[in-house]
């Protein structure tokens, strides 16, 4: 069996091992600071420490510590650099992006974690751009490994943009996202297998879908989608406000098959498996091969993807280790684990920072090494001095009890154990989490334990009463994770702090909960500084601004805004698209948790999509203390503000130096009746406009309150900077020094500008994200 123990003892080799490799290999691949390649410094450091061990040696000194590890590390790192490149180091111009599908490109296709998004190996030299674009089918999209025909299209969006980097731009694998309709592209191989490890795998999948077809054929389509995640990895079917709920929920790795899915299959074959022993003991000898074929049937048939492999392994090797002179090995669990990982690091190095890789590896060191400790402090032995002289029903109930509080406190410490392990690459990865996550998983392991036994049971044996079980465990899942989703704080902003940081504090938590080996006095000093180091984390870094700053982000065809100033944590004027996604996830949320926002103020120009889509996840995640303008239909309970008809609605500011308006020159929902927001800051004017071109313009430059004579230090050309009639009118009354357009094109405008000689930038010009600052 795996052992429970997490003390370090003396040797450990494999452990050190897997450490070198994985030092090596992110230092070859770029994902450690200082640089990648041969002249970083990772590389630097290891020549170094193998230059001082030989000059030790050549003296005539042992330095006491063994060396291998670094000619390990060293010979990873240099094997990582030549077969797994860091792509982040070749920048792309925006100009080569937009021209990555002009023309067919054939290459392999290789699926990501939904299952309608993949990218292309281009197997040609001229196309190695397209391997760096996310690629999302409309309809089925194709198989693992398929050689594919892309067609070409225009349609390429890249990531949207803002001071802050936000996951995807610091990752740095993918440049943006192209969709790809059912009719640009076409299997440019027949689908014939042809080796047998090609027929092995066309056999599974063929066996898949039949499972999956007969679970549409028995269910409904929701129940029927959801067995089909939980039972075969097939997550075509699910809803994406399903897929929403559970990925803001922090649950989403109930949907995707891992090590708690094989490891509840695994637990319902052992049991079945010793049912048939126990009646016939001559089969006994063929218990462990026949578990062995069995979990490997399994694995093939729900796809076969890494983390089931691993978790085949693993499980397979805990109940059934091997024997060495008739005895059971007691499989070390921390040397197993890194022993995986060494062969992750020598096989793969590319993939080590994956968050799916990472996510499941920590987890799984978590609970290695959290889960002991924590189920020790959460469930305190219990007396049963006293048991005896109760009544034969209340002991039992006391029994019961104490046997519900010791599953409950254990449940509750595997998730803490996996959850902090895992909150670094969730920080850094994602920047947000739901800590009701930690509550959530326990209570859902019964439902998706009775879903796959139901499920598994109606497969195999074609009964509906197991189905109709499994149906509703499914349904019970799907609302016990939709009611949490509306909990608040689901999600949660993480402050953005270095990873190095989230990494050093959970290690401390870790040691101080595990280092049985360490001396009292040291476990203490340890766990006092992992709580200070949290102190650290979660304390503001961020002073106030010193005047007012204006951000714009780049978001295609839409519109964001961001402003603050002394007395204004932070002012969001529009958030939306047409043509991007992920603004809040990529550009908005990372740069309201770099200035360590709580609440800001909301203010909505009108609500179409390309000024209002973003809006929904902003107020989820962070609530505004205030929401001016219009109502985007989905906005959450609370304070409004806003104008029935034409007018200005005067806001008062934090500070004698801040005045807001808000200006509406028509009534309607359109675009004439959309909203300008005037900022006025010690004696400057700053005007955000929405889409009115018409009569809601004209009814705004009528205001007297915009002619009275303040200098326009900057404004925002309205409608994304189309031509208007009123272009003129608008430039002559507010005179401003320079204008900006939200617009992923060059803006129609641009000519009467250049000839005005009056300054202009817009989002989408690729050379940086627009941002101005006035001192006071």
């Given at each position: 069996m795996l052992s429970s123990s997490v003390t370090l003892p003396a040797?450990?080799?494999?452990?050190?091992?897997?450490?070198?490799?994985?030092?090596?290999?992110?230092?070859?691949?770029?994902?450690?600071?200082?640089?990648?390649?041969p002249g970083g410094l990772p590389y630097a450091l290891l020549v170094g420490g193998l230059l001082a061990a030989a000059l030790l040696r050549a003296c005539g000194r042992r330095l006491g510590l063994p060396v291998w590890p670094l000619w390990l590390a060293l010979g990873a790192g240099l094997r990582a650099a030549v077969v797994a490149p860091n792509p982040a180091r070749n920048p792309i111009p925006s100009a080569a992006l937009a021209?990555?599908?002009?023309a067919?490109?054939?290459?392999?296709?290789?699926?990501?974690?939904?299952?309608?998004?993949?990218?292309?190996?281009?197997?040609?030299?001229?196309?190695?751009?397209?391997?760096?674009?996310?690629l999302e089918f409309a309809g089925p999209p194709p198989r693992a490994g398929e050689l594919v025909l892309l067609l070409p299209s225009s349609e390429i969006q890249p990531w949207p943009r803002g001071p802050v980097a936000g996951p995807r731009a610091r990752d740095g694998r993918w440049l943006g996202r192209s969709f790809v309709r059912a009719d640009e592209w076409v299997r440019a191989a027949p689908r014939e297998p042809g080796n047998l490890s090609a027929r092995i795998a066309a056999g599974a999948r063929a066996l898949r879908e039949?499972?999956?077809?007969?679970?549409?054929?028995?269910?409904?389509?929701?129940?029927a989608a959801m067995l089909g995640a939980l039972l075969l990895g097939e997550r075509e079917g699910l809803s994406?406000?399903?897929?929403t709920a559970f990925r803001e929920t922090a649950s989403l790795h109930l949907l995707a098959i891992s090590g708690l899915h094989v490891g509840l299959v695994a637990l319902f074959l052992r049991r079945i498996l010793d049912a048939i022993v126990s009646r016939w003991a001559g089969l006994r000898p063929a218990l462990a091969p026949l578990f062995a074929v069995l979990l490997a049937v399994h694995a093939l048939v729900v796809g076969a993807e890494p983390p089931v492999v691993r978790a085949s392994i693993a499980i397979g090797w805990a109940l059934f280790p091997p024997r060495r002179g008739g005895l059971s090995a007691r499989a070390d669990g921390l040397s197993l684990w890194a022993l995986a990982l060494a062969c992750e690091a020598a096989c793969a190095p590319g993939e080590l920072t994956r968050p799916a890789l990472l996510l499941s590896y920590g987890a799984?060191?978590?609970?290695?090494?959290?889960?002991?400790?924590?189920?020790r402090s959460l469930c305190p032995a219990h007396t049963t001095a006293r048991l005896p002289a109760l009544g034969p029903w209340r002991r039992a109930a006391r029994s019961l009890g104490a046997a519900c509080s010791r599953g409950a406190g254990a449940a509750l410490a595997a998730s803490f154990a996996a959850v902090g392990a895992t909150l670094p690459c969730v920080a850094g990865t994602f920047g947000e989490w739901s800590p009701w996550g930690i509550v959530l998983s326990p209570l859902a392991v019964p439902l998706l334990a009775t879903a796959l036994a139901g499920g598994w049971a109606f497969l195999l044996t074609d009964l509906s009463a197991p189905a109709e079980f499994a149906a509703a465990s499914v349904t019970a899942l799907a609302r016990l994770v939709e009611a949490a989703a509306h909990l608040p704080a689901t999600p949660a902003l993480l402050p953005m702090r270095p990873t190095a940081l989230w990494l050093v504090t959970v290690a401390c938590a870790f040691v101080a909960l595990a280092g049985r080996d360490l001396a009292p006095r040291l476990r203490r000093r340890v766990g006092r500084l992992a709580a200070l180091l949290a102190a650290v984390l979660l304390l503001p870094w961020r002073a106030a601004p010193a005047g007012l700053e204006l951000v714009a982000l780049d978001v295609g065809h839409g519109s964001s805004f961001v402003l603050r100033a002394p007395g204004l944590p932070a002012l969001v004027f529009d958030a939306g698209s047409r043509d991007?996604?992920?603004?809040?996830?990529?550009?908005?949320?990372p740069l309201l948790a770099s200035w360590e926002v709580p609440r800001p103020l909301v203010v909505l120009s009108h609500d179409h999509a390309d000024h209002a889509s973003e809006l929904v996840r902003l107020a989820e995640r962070l609530p505004p203390r205030a929401w001016v303008g219009a109502d985007s239909g989905r906005r959450p309970p609370g304070r409004r503000l806003d104008l029935d008809g034409a007018g200005v609605l005067r806001l008062s500011g934090a500070t004698s130096d801040l005045a807001l308006r808000l200006h509406r020159g028509a009534e309607g929902d359109g675009n004439e009746g959309s909203r300008t927001l005037e900022v006025l800051w010690r004696g400057q004017r700053i005007v955000l406009s929405g889409d009115a071109e018409g009569s809601g313009l004209r009814g705004i430059l009528a205001r007297?309150?915009?002619r009275d004579g303040r200098p326009c230090r900057l404004a925002l050309a309205p409608h994304h900077g189309s031509e208007t009639p009123l272009l003129g009118a608008w430039l002559d009354t507010l005179g401003p020094r320079e204008v900006w357009v939200s617009s992923a094109r060059p803006p129609p405008i641009a000519r009467e500008l250049t000839r005005r000689a009056i300054p202009w930038s817009w989002t989408g010009a690729g050379d940086g994200v627009l941002a101005l600052e006035l001192r006071p």
């Open positions: 040797r450990r080799p494999v452990l050190v091992a897997a450490l070198a490799l994985v030092a090596g290999a992110l230092a070859g691949t770029g994902a450690l600071p200082g640089g990648s390649g021209r990555a599908r002009d067919p490109v054939l290459g392999r296709f290789h699926p990501l974690g939904a299952p309608e998004r993949g990218w292309l190996e281009p197997l040609g030299d001229g196309a190695a751009i397209l391997s760096r674009l996310e039949r499972a999956l077809a007969r679970l549409h054929a028995a269910l409904d389509g929701r129940s994406p406000e399903l897929r799984t060191l978590g609970l290695l090494l959290g889960y002991g400790p924590l189920r991007r996604t992920r603004i809040f996830q990529q550009a908005l949320g007297p309150e915009l």
